[in-house]
């Protein structure tokens, strides 16, 4: 076999194996591109609907305005959280939710974290934790208007969550999405020299994913 014919096979034989890895790829390329395509085809006829949230209780324990120009709010309630999954056949996973309460939009206690849950098809979840603020700076127009709600007798908090959480649907799960839960909580103060705070009604909770 002359010089030549042996340089005629190795390019055949390499020309051979680009071939074969070409074919591969496109059958990898392919068989990936259905997988993907199948996935949003069952997200786009399951599409999930958000969770449903409602402020059940909230019973505050400490409520103390201090200082007068620089004005601070000591609180602490505990609240009474559910949530429920409407949907069929997606399950949710809460992987990161911080409840706090605010007050005219400034935030009045510090974060507190929820334990991450699974949420089955139509679960509902319950959860009781408390909220702390000590000593926390509040403005001055805060402060003022935190003196007439107490003396008519009548507040208006919100009871907010913000994390984060994931689909299932079967064995696929979802990337991380945003949830933010904001629940009006209406607290009426029965007169004393030391008065107690109560919920009025079960609040249902405004949700975004």
């Known amino acids: ?58 019973a505050v324990t400490t409520f103390n305005i201090s200082g007068g120009a620089a004005a601070m709010l000591t609180v602490t309630l505990q609240i009474t959280l559910s949530t429920r999954n409407p949907n069929d056949r997606v399950g949710v996973y809460y992987d990161k939710l911080d409840a706090f309460a605010a007050y005219r939009s400034q935030q009045i ?22 909220l702390y603020g000590m000593n926390v700076p509040i403005a001055p127009y805060v402060s003022t208007s935190l003196d007439q709600d107490k003396s008519s007798g009548l507040l208006l908090l919100n009871v907010k969550v913000n994390g984060r959480l ?38 249902t909770c405004s949700v975004d994913v």
């Open 109 to 130: 206690t510090f974060p507190t974290a929820i334990p991450p849950t699974y949420q089955g098809h139509h679960d509902v979840v319950v959860w009781s934790p408390f």
């Open 1 to 58: 076999m002359s010089i030549k014919d042996g340089e005629d096979h190795g390019h055949h034989g390499h020309h051979g194996k680009n071939k074969m890895f070409r074919r591969v790829f496109i059958f990898v390329a392919g068989f990936i591109l259905l997988v993907v395509f199948a996935i949003l085809i069952i997200w786009l006829v399951l599409r999930p609907a958000k969770p449903k949230f409602y402020l059940q209780d909230a």
């Open 166 to 203: 994931r689909w299932k649907v079967g064995s696929w799960t979802s990337g991380g999405y945003h949830i933010f839960v904001d629940c009006p909580a209406v607290l009426t103060f029965n007169g004393g020299h030391s008065p107690t705070i109560r919920f009025q009604q079960i609040s």
